[in-house]
């Protein structure tokens, strides 16, 4: 007797087990099988079976990760956030958010990584699972890199992790970024390879985390300045001079600094904004004002 339940219960089942042996192609036929049988005659979501399809979904997004197809990844991902009828296990919402998060991260878009590896942290926790120091770690990691002035584990949900071996390591890493100390994070970074750097998700961030802190570094340490040598400030920051420049030019060209650089001398100069310079930027606007009303007054005499 067919027993629609019962087959769609065992054959996620075995599709579990598919997953685990990585035997991709006869995967994909089962995951391809079990999602006709979730939706209806026009492709929309049989309701009752919302749960079911988002933990297909689920095993779809780990097959695609290991495959490294991101883009069929992304679709499935929002697919997965266009479904409403689920009521899903905190563990398998924990992994789709997981799988968001790294697919944001690997765009640059920081604030919906950050987003993204919040709601699966959340998710573990409540699911009791393991993967949510990991996923803590990852969050801490698009913080930085978004140069958010949230420290992420000072909320309550992170607080009960922070004596966790791996959490020191990431805390250590949080305390030399907020004090740009770029000594300390080096530091923190060869001292701590098994808990950062062992990771290839987090090694594979690490270059745009030390060009971020580098750069907030230089822009608070010329500040002070109107003309500062490039090599002073290289070596102060203990990285190269080329180096150095390259990053200014970036400040520069981001404006988030006004400065020029003399690369024969090696100088780079600021621009400094006097009082001259603004009450003289006062009188120009009042002076276009006026010239503005002036015209207005004689084309409504004339």
């Not at 913080?143 to 002035?149: D, P």
């Not at 949080?174 to 994070?185: L, S």
């Not at 600094?257 to 001398?265: H, S």
């Amino acid at each position: 007797t067919k027993n629609d339940r019962l087959w769609l219960r065992t054959s996620l089942r075995l599709a579990k087990l598919l997953l685990e042996q990585r035997a991709y192609p006869a995967l994909d036929a089962l995951l391809s099988e079990l999602k006709r049988e979730c939706e209806d005659d026009s492709g929309a979501v049989i309701l009752e079976r919302g749960t079911q399809l988002l933990e297909i979904h689920a095993m779809y997004l780990d097959m695609y990760g290991a495959q490294n197809e991101f883009k069929r990844l992304k679709d499935t991902y929002l697919q997965c956030m266009a479904i409403k009828s689920a009521i899903p296990h905190p563990r398998i919402m924990g992994f789709i958010c997981e799988c968001g998060g790294k697919m944001y991260m690997s765009e640059c878009n920081w604030e919906q990584a950050k987003a993204n590896f919040f709601d699966a942290f959340k998710n573990y926790d409540e699911a009791g699972s393991p993967q949510r120091v990991q996923v803590l770690k990852y969050l801490v990691l698009a913080s930085l890199l978004s140069e958010s002035e949230v420290n992420p584990l000072a909320s309550p949900e992170a607080m009960a992790y922070v004596s966790d071996p791996a959490i020191v390591a990431i805390t250590a890493l949080v305390a030399a970024f907020e004090g740009q100390d770029v000594a300390k994070f080096e530091h923190t970074l060869r001292h701590n390879t098994a808990h950062i750097q062992d990771d290839p998700f987090i090694a594979r961030y690490i270059d745009d985390l030390r060009r971020t802190l580098r750069m907030q570094a230089l822009e608070s340490a010329v500040m002070p300045y109107t003309r500062i040598s490039i090599a002073s400030l290289a070596k102060r920051l203990d990285m190269a001079p080329a180096d150095a420049e390259q990053l200014l030019v970036a400040l520069i060209l981001d404006k988030r600094l006004r400065a020029n650089i003399d690369q024969e001398q090696g100088i780079l100069s600021l621009e400094q904004d006097t009082a001259d310079h603004q009450q003289f930027d006062a009188l120009n606007k009042w002076a276009s004002n006026m010239e503005s009303m002036l015209r207005s007054s004689i084309a409504s005499l004339g």
